[in-house]
């Protein structure tokens, strides 16, 4: 009696979501923007501004890529 089994199914590359936060400007809290990103894809998205709405200060801020802080 012969059993066939199937292969195992290969491993999933384990993704890794991270905030992003910025530091207000008023108070230099951290602040979330309310978006995520797979870390591996930050160094070569082409996201290079945005903005949010921060809970510290109730302005809304401009931010550069170069300002952004991956939260762990």
Known sequence: ????F???A???AKVTLR???VRCPTTAKLSETGETIEEDEWASSPRKTGKFSCPHCNK???WL??????AR
């Open 1 to 4: 009696m012969r059993f066939y």
């Open 10 to 12: 290969p491993r999933k």
């Open 60 to 62: 809304t801020h401009t």
């Open 19 to 21: 905030r992003l936060l």
């Open 6 to 8: 199937d292969p195992p």
């Open 65 to 70: 890529k170069k300002d952004v802080v991956l």
